[in-house]
């Protein structure tokens, strides 16, 4: 099993661009979870998926933040437009359901940098 | 979900039991310990959980007070590739089930 795939790795942007984060979750789970990890807020949950529908987008910064799944192996992260203040690394990770004995698992995350 | 507190950082020896602290005084009955760990520019990782009894797998074992106050993740012989943050999580069984809250974890770091 490859595991949680995101793309890309790194970006680097200006102030103001759009940028478009995509991830692949593990053939079969159900539950697809976006993280944000910067130094002073540590890692925060910003939406989570069930069967490709939007249960929770409450830890969503603000509007210039969407995220959307369009199946169940793909979902992508969008900031339009961007700040610096929204530099930082994010992560996807899936789970097999939402139970609290499901395990998620994480993706090598994208480290976005905004100029 | 309950609070938990673990040290900030930590050394080990490589070759050594790694002994690495959370205490959870608050945790309720249905709520569960999980820990997951960082290595530096990856992702978490899923290491253990348990609610009660004490648990081990591959990776490592866990055990958890009697009173449930405090738990200690154990890796028996730690390895240079253990360096990594390691978060104490405690997780309600119902309701907003699906969600991990990380702490700032301990910086466990295996010296050669």
């Known amino acids: 099993d490859a595991g949680v795939i995101q793309s890309p790795r790194h970006e680097v942007t200006e102030m103001g661009q759009e940028v478009t984060l995509r991830c692949k979750p593990i053939?079969?789970?159900?539950?697809l979870f976006w993280y944000r990890q910067t130094m002073m807020r540590g890692l925060e949950l910003l939406i989570y998926?069930?069967?490709?529908?939007?249960?929770?987008d409450s830890g969503m910064p603000e509007d210039r933040f969407s995220a959307k799944m369009p199946n169940a192996s793909f979902s992508t992260l969008k900031i339009q437009p961007s700040e610096p203040r929204d530099s930082a690394v994010y992560f996807c990770?899936?789970?097999?359901?939402?139970?609290?004995?499901?395990?998620?698992?994480f993706g090598p995350g994208t480290r976005l940098l905004v100029l | 979900d309950a609070k938990t507190t673990q040290p900030t950082s930590m050394d080990c020896a490589e070759g050594r039991a790694a002994n690495l602290p959370c205490n959870h005084s608050?945790?309720?009955?249905?709520?569960?310990v999980y820990w997951y760990r960082q290595i530096h520019s990856q992702g978490p990782q899923y290491i253990i959980h348990?609610?009660?009894n004490n648990e081990t797998n591959e990776m490592a074992s866990l055990i958890i007070t009697e009173d449930r106050k405090s738990s200690t993740l154990i890796l028996p012989h730690a390895t240079l590739r253990d360096t990594a943050v390691y978060y104490c999580?405690?997780?309600?069984?119902?309701?907003?089930?699906?969600?991990?809250?990380f702490g700032k974890g301990t910086l466990l770091t295996v010296n050669p």
């Open positions: 053939s079969g789970h159900n539950s």
């Open positions: 348990g609610l009660k």
């Open positions: 999580i405690v997780r309600v069984s119902g309701g907003s089930n699906y969600k991990l809250t």
């Open positions: 998926f069930n069967n490709n529908v939007p249960i929770d």
């Open positions: 608050t945790i309720s009955g249905n709520e569960y």
């Open positions: 990770a899936s789970s097999l359901g939402q139970g609290v004995r499901e395990t998620q698992y």
